[in-house]
């Protein structure tokens, strides 16, 4: 079971080493080399702040029809403010 375990993690280290390594996730930028984990990191904020810059999404709103309102009156049940009096409390 043990063996298992880390027979998987390796093999999920040697994926991950291979994918920071690869050609494609390396770059030059301005003389600058930059590696997978920076490559990595920097698409990552740009996905943040791009999400982060996007307005939320806002369902229009509508008033409520004269039924509605009836409807959610009729349903309505007030709390008590105070808790009930127990027989220690009289």
Request: glycine share 4%.
């Amino acid at each position: 079971m043990a063996s298992t375990v880390a027979d998987i993690l390796h093999a999920v280290a040697n994926w991950e080493t291979l994918a920071f390594e690869a050609p494609f996730a390396c770059a030059v930028v301005f003389g600058v080399h930059i590696g997978g984990h920076l490559f990595a990191e920097g698409l990552l904020l740009v996905v943040i702040l791009y999400l982060l810059s996007q307005k939320s999404y806002k369902p229009p709103k509508r008033p409520l029809t004269k039924k509605e309102i009836d409807e959610l009156c009729d349903e309505w049940t007030p709390e008590s403010l105070i808790p009930p009096l127990t027989e220690e409390m009289q």
